[in-house]
């Protein structure tokens, strides 16, 4: 079984910047077919797509709202990924979530149907 643990997030004014971490661990397991990808989901919406990063490769996605700003990274010896996120918006408020996935499964990176492993979340709010 896979523990997705993220860490970093909290209050910050717009403008501002937070890193977020994301430690993955399982008994038994290799990470090396598999992607990392964070979500985020405010208050009575969806998941939505944030980033992701395939575990071997050097691919990055982005959903466009985020591009720019924000920067996907991965460290294999810790099994953790990062989201370095800056010049933050009131928008970027959320529950941020990271997200394990086959890298090929046949589903889009933005599909949340695609990933069969999910952290508890860590909250982002940033203030006007």
């Known amino acids: 079984q896979v523990q997705l643990a993220e860490s970093g997030g909290g209050l910050v004014q717009a403008g501002g910047s937070l890193r977020l971490s994301c430690a993955a661990s399982?008994?038994?397991?290799?990470?090396?077919?598999?992607?990392l990808s964070w979500f985020r989901q405010a208050p009575g919406k969806e998941h939505d797509f944030v980033a992701a990063?395939?575990?071997?490769?050097?691919?990055?996605f982005y959903d466009d709202s985020v591009r720019g700003r924000f920067t996907i990274s991965r460290d294999n010896v810790k099994n953790t990924i990062y989201l370095q996120m800056n010049s933050l918006k009131p928008t970027d408020t959320a529950a941020y979530y990271c997200?394990?996935?086959?890298?090929?499964?046949?589903?889009?990176?933005?599909?949340?149907?695609?990933?069969?492993?999910w952290g508890q979340g860590t909250q982002v709010t940033v203030s006007s």
């Open positions: 997200a394990l996935r086959p890298s090929q499964n046949g589903f889009p990176w933005y599909d949340p149907n695609g990933y069969h492993d």
């Open positions: 399982g008994t038994g397991r290799t990470f090396s077919p598999y992607a």
């Open positions: 990063i395939t575990w071997t490769g050097r691919s990055e």
